[in-house]
């Protein structure tokens, strides 16, 4: 049973250069949510996505931007990058309607922007 | 929108000693609290989650407890063990509603 996979690991950008980040769902599961994590703080929800559109949003700028393929993953896109979009940036696959809407993590993309 | 909030920043105890993490939210109409471990480096991992229904919830030395009246809800693991440190956090949502994260604890136990 496959978890969720992020590629890739680490990004080092600099700034106002775009960067796509992609993201593969644990085995049978059809959302994807996208998160970023400043050093020493919480996940900050960015978006998520079920069949194919953008179905929440939280607080973040236009310059986040992102999609959903047939086969259930993702990819984030962050334009114009500044250096305050350094952060590990994580996503999580859950199952609509499951119950809970239990989330799971992947490792992970550090993103350095200099 | 939620907000939670998490307490205490950082927490050491002695190996052997129980620890515990509380959390607050402000939405009563969240439904879902699940609890992740971070180590240094890696992905969180949800390590127990309870759902509204239910006012507690206990796997092997960690157990969670849920007061809806008072929305808040907390962590406790027993037994500490050094492999137990981590950060840990808590979150809330409602429904459809994202997962909103408290800020975190540093938990560090002491051998």
């Known amino acids: 049973d496959a978890g969720v996979t992020q590629s890739p690991t680490h990004l080092i950008k600099t700034r106002g250069q775009q960067v796509t980040l992609r993201c593969s769902p644990k085995?049978?599961?059809?959302?994807v949510s996208w998160y970023q994590q400043a050093l020493g703080q919480g996940p900050q929800f960015i978006f998520q996505?079920?069949?194919?559109?953008?179905?929440q949003r939280g607080n973040f700028p236009d310059r986040f931007s992102g999609h959903q393929f047939p086969n259930y993953s993702s990819e984030l896109n962050v334009n114009a990058l500044w250096l305050g979009d350094s952060a590990l940036y994580l996503c999580?696959?859950?199952?609509?309607?499951?119950?809970?809407?239990?989330?799971?993590f992947g490792p992970g993309t550090r993103l350095t922007v200099l | 929108g939620e907000n939670v909030e998490q307490h205490p920043s950082t927490l050491s105890v002695q190996e052997g000693d129980s620890a515990v993490i509380k959390c607050t939210y402000s939405d009563s109409a969240s439904n879902y609290f699940p609890w992740y471990k971070q180590e240094l480096g890696k992905r969180p991992q949800l390590i127990i989650d309870?759902?509204?229904?239910?006012g507690e919830k206990k796997d092997q030395r960690i157990a969670v407890t849920l007061n809806k009246t008072a929305k808040h809800f907390s962590l406790h693991i027993t037994e500490t063990q050094p492999e137990d440190s981590a950060v840990y956090f808590c979150a809330a949502l409602s429904g459809n509603t994202p997962l909103v994260f408290g800020k975190g604890t540093r938990l560090s136990v002491i051998a």
């Open positions: 996505y079920y069949e194919e559109e953008e179905r």
């Open positions: 999580a696959s859950s199952l609509a309607g499951g119950a809970g809407n239990t989330q799971y």
């Open positions: 085995s049978g599961h059809d959302t």
């Open positions: 309870i759902r509204s229904n239910v």
